[in-house]
């Protein structure tokens, strides 16, 4: 069985969020089951390749626009044998970013669309190079390509997996008509073509399968996704934990276990020396990693700053986003900066460091179809505070306490408000005073198995279906 994953991210080669993740991770777990899968990507002018690639064919054909051609160009994911094809037409695929307008959910721009457009008719061709019996899906920026295999009677099977169904890359018919040589009159939905085209639709976690069914859940698409509603399935999102493994984690300062949870502190002791210059072992630091957008709660983060601000704690921020809420902390940082910190932008190492030597993860979303954050954060020993939503309520069992018995991972809330939140970060911080209750709670996140192993069984079950 030959599976074909095409995205506009695959880590470490080009990274923007989870997808870039996801991409890379599940392969690796689905060739250990027997499954030849493959990567395909843009051939970005900033990919990050620390080895060579190889060419494998040069000057393919591709009716597209006024018709174009391309080049396939080969390498393999880091310590795998799994091949990752790059597409290379400079003309589609320059520039220093991967996305090219701020909101993919509303009409991008010709340029935008014209990128991903190409990707998926040349994802099309690949696959038939590949003899590829299964093409994975992934987001709106692939998601027309099972419309097109309908379209141009191609043998292939199609899946779509939602990461996020609040992107779906809206295009208007001339541009999309231009392009693929189609006769669209309204705007083009690409993510909607995939739900209404695909084969099967998954999405990255059972409640949020269950979320988006209902129309205020459903970014206007609920409707189709009900229509689909037997072929559509919730899989959980894995981790790499090869990647995020604190026993092997090269970016840390102090390598650590469940079994020598102890070593964790070295981390924090860094994190305070080097951003806050005071080292205070018993002040909990709080840690945000994150897109800085409306979806992921920053606004509730905002709200209560002043609030947290007067408590013995420190705060560290990694992200970047809507500039209101970049400007936001990087004003709060120059206020409080003995306790406030922040970076604008992404840094691997840096983020590695902060889960392993933060207290506390914060992760109050207004949606979030799985979340990898907070799987990190557990992984690492930090506990989380999420809101139960999505994969959060999926993955983050809440703290229970009976008698000498503690249960749970992290801490939920209900309602998206900063007058729910608060209260939970006051039962945060009184629990924190509490080192042996504390500890539990750290090894309770960090037994949970948050491979890919489980999903990764799922996802085969899945093509087996469509490849029987």
Not at 169 to 192: A, M
Not at 205 to 214: F, G, N, R, V
Request: with cysteine; proline share 5%; charged share 20%.
């Amino acid at each position: 069985m030959k599976v074909l994953f095409s995205s506009s991210e695959c880590s470490p080669f080009v990274k923007v969020g989870g997808l870039a993740d996801v991409v890379s991770s599940l392969p690796k777990s689905l060739a250990q089951l027997g499954v030849k899968v493959s990567i395909v990507i843009p051939f970005y002018e900033f990919l990050k390749l620390k080895t060579p690639p190889h060419l494998v064919e040069k000057n393919i054909s591709l009716k597209f626009g006024q018709n174009e051609t391309f080049d396939i160009w080969q390498t393999t994911l880091p310590n795998t044998k799994i091949p990752v094809y790059l597409i290379k037409n400079p003309k589609y695929f320059s520039g220093k970013e991967v996305y090219l307008s701020e909101d993919a959910s509303s009409e991008g721009t010709q340029q935008e669309a014209a990128r991903f457009l190409f990707l998926s008719q040349a994802t099309i061709k690949l696959a038939e190079i590949l003899n590829t019996d299964i093409i994975h899906c992934h987001d709106w920026i692939t998601g027309i390509i099972p419309y097109l295999v309908k379209k141009e009677k191609k043998n292939f099977k199609t899946i779509l997996t939602i990461h996020n169904l609040g992107y779906q890359g809206i295009y208007s018919p001339e541009i999309v008509n231009y392009f693929l040589h189609t006769n669209f009159s309204t705007k083009v939905n690409c993510l909607k073509l995939g739900i209404v085209n695909s084969n099967r639709v998954t999405t990255v976690s059972p409640t949020y399968a269950k979320e988006i069914l209902i129309p205020k859940n459903g970014f206007g698409l609920s409707k189709y996704l009900s229509q689909r509603k037997n072929k559509l399935r919730g899989i959980l999102n894995g981790l790499d934990t090869q990647t995020f493994n604190p026993q092997k984690d090269t970016f840390l300062k102090k390598q650590y276990s469940v079994k020598a949870i102890k070593n964790k502190k070295y981390n924090k002791v860094f994190l305070q020396k080097t951003y806050f210059k005071a080292i205070k072992p018993d002040t909990p630091i709080f840690a945000l990693i994150s897109r800085l957008t409306s979806q992921k709660g920053i606004y509730l983060v905002e709200k209560i700053i002043p609030q947290l601000m007067k408590q013995d704690v420190q705060f560290i921020v990694l992200g970047k986003g809507v500039k209101q809420h970049e400007n936001f902390f990087v004003k709060t940082a120059k206020k409080f900066p003995k306790k406030f910190w922040i970076k604008i932008g992404f840094d691997e190492e840096l983020a590695h460091q902060i889960y392993a030597g933060s207290d506390i993860f914060l992760m109050p979303s207004f949606y979030e179809p799985c979340g990898l954050g907070q799987l990190i954060a557990m992984n690492y020993g930090t506990i989380p505070v999420v809101r139960a939503v999505g994969g959060l309520k999926d993955t983050v069992q809440p703290v229970k306490m009976s008698s000498s018995i503690i249960r749970g991972t992290g801490f939920t809330f209900e309602n998206f408000s900063s007058k729910t939140l608060w209260p939970t970060i006051e039962k945060v911080l009184s629990l924190y005073k509490d080192k042996k209750i504390w500890q539990q709670v750290q090894i309770n996140g960090m037994k949970k198995d948050f491979s890919w192993k489980k999903s990764a069984r799922e996802y085969l079950d899945l093509y087996s279906e469509l490849y029987s």
